[in-house]
């Protein structure tokens, strides 16, 4: 059972959307505004969050942006707009995932058991700090320093991160890191790869378009290089 907080202006959705996630014997709450969103979020933050992209007002973006200089909770983005910069747009910004409108609920909520199972930490049991040159991650806390000073990743990041320094030097396909970041669900859509990939590197690397950790074999996959 998960906490899930609804965020969209019709209200009518809202409750019909919540009614069904409750069969699934999740907990849910809904608003129509990005402003109440925050408000729950400081009090009682939620195990996710589905939010739109278009509401009048904080729209889902600068809600996101706002959700996410205070929390890591998984975000799922509803969107009519499913162009490739519209959705990198959501990326960058911090979302977990995202669904085209109009979708089935049943498709929405298996994209919420997938998030979710993703961003619980359930991986093998690794060391509680791995460090790389001068990259360290805690595992238990969900936390990653480079040079001593704290990266903010999203837990989607942080899951693709960690299974790459779990397996430093082996080069890991897109299919495989989709399927083990992202899960089955998602195993055609192998560019959420290419996309995080260049958000860790943005992130990590001193020089992103020479990197020295996320390194790449063509036509092959993606590896954690350590000397």
């Known amino acids: 059972m998960a906490t899930i907080l609804l965020v969209d202006d019709d209200p009518a959705l809202v409750e019909i959307l919540a009614e069904y996630l409750r069969r699934f014997s999740h907990e849910v709450s809904g608003v ?3 402003d109440a969103c925050m408000e729950i979020i400081a009090s009682a933050e ?6 739109d992209v278009n509401m009048p007002g904080t729209d889902g973006w600068e809600t996101l942006r706002q959700i996410r200089r205070m929390s890591n909770v998984p975000v799922i983005m509803l969107t009519a707009a499913t162009e490739e910069t519209d959705v990198l747009k959501g990326f960058a910004t911090g979302a977990d995932d995202y669904v085209g409108k109009p979708f089935s609920f049943a498709q929405l909520e298996a994209r919420v058991r997938a998030v979710l199972a993703r961003t619980e930490g359930r991986s093998v049991p690794t060391p509680r700090v791995i460090t790389h040159g001068d990259l360290a991650v805690d595992v238990d806390a969900h936390r990653v320093f480079r040079r001593g000073e704290q990266v903010k990743l999203t837990p989607t990041e942080f899951r693709l ?22 899960g ?8 959420y790869v290419r996309r995080y990939i260049w958000y860790l590197r943005q992130k990590l690397e001193p020089n992103p378009d020479e990197p020295t950790y996320i390194r790449n074999e063509r036509n092959i996959g993606y590896f954690f290089a350590v000397s």
């Open 161 to 182: 991160l960690l299974i790459l320094m779990e397996n430093p030097n082996k080069v890991l396909s897109s299919d495989t890191l989709v399927r083990r970041v992202w």
């Open 46 to 51: 939620p195990d996710i969050v589905i939010l």
């Open 32 to 34: 129509t505004r990005g």
């Open 184 to 191: 089955e669900e998602y195993a055609s859509d192998s560019d």
